[in-house]
C-alpha cells in the first residue's frame, strides 16, 4: 500500500482546535460559529424571564414528555460549536445524561435564541447552522 501524503491543517481545522482550546473568563461562554468566535456576557433579567416563559410553554403543550437544557454546547457541523439558549431533546432519548460538554445535534427537537444584541447572529447565521445539523424546530 502506497503511504498517504501529510496532509497540512487547514484553515478551518487551525481555527476549529484554537476554540477548543479557548478557555474564557468565568461566567463568559464561548461558541464558534461560521468561522467566527463569539464571546458572550451572561444573560440579564429580561432574557432569563423570556426563556423561562418558553419553557413552562413547551412543557405544558408538548405532545412528547421534553428534556430542557440551558446553553448546552452543540456540535451542528463539524466546524462550528453553538450554545443556543434552550436545548429540547425528547426525554425518552435521555441525551443530556452523561453528555460531553459538546454534543452532536442527533436527537434534538428544538433549540431557541432569545435575542437581543445580536440579532442577525441568533436569527439567521445560527438559525442556518441548526437548519443544516438537522434540527427541526
Same mark, same amino acid.
Given at each position: 500500500m502506497t503511504p498517504m501524503p501529510h496532509q497540512p491543517p487547514t484553515q478551518k481545522d487551525l481555527l476549529l482546535e484554537?476554540?477548543?482550546?479557548?478557555e474564557p473568563p468565568e461566567g463568559l461562554r464561548a461558541e464558534l460559529i461560521e468561522g467566527e468566535i463569539v464571546v458572550s456576557p451572561p444573560?440579564?433579567?429580561?432574557?432569563e424571564h423570556c426563556?423561562?416563559?418558553? !419553557?413552562?410553554? $413547551?412543557?405544558?403543550?408538548?405532545?412528547t414528555d421534553m428534556q430542557f437544557s440551558g446553553n448546552k454546547g452543540l456540535i451542528p457541523g463539524p466546524t462550528n460549536r453553538a450554545i443556543p439558549d434552550a436545548t429540547f431533546v425528547p426525554r425518552e432519548l435521555g441525551l443530556f445524561q452523561d453528555a460531553e460538554p459538546w454534543m452532536p445535534c442527533d436527537g434534538v427537537?428544538? !433549540?431557541?435564541? $432569545?435575542?437581543?444584541?445580536?440579532p442577525h447572529r441568533d436569527r439567521?447565521?445560527?438559525?442556518?447552522?441548526?437548519?443544516?445539523a438537522d434540527i427541526p424546530l
Open positions: 484554537s476554540f477548543l482550546t479557548l444573560p440579564d433579567g429580561d432574557h426563556l423561562s416563559r418558553l !419553557v413552562q410553554q $413547551v412543557y405544558r403543550h408538548a405532545k427537537a428544538m !433549540v431557541t435564541e $432569545v435575542t437581543n444584541a445580536r439567521v447565521t445560527k438559525r442556518h447552522c441548526y437548519a443544516r
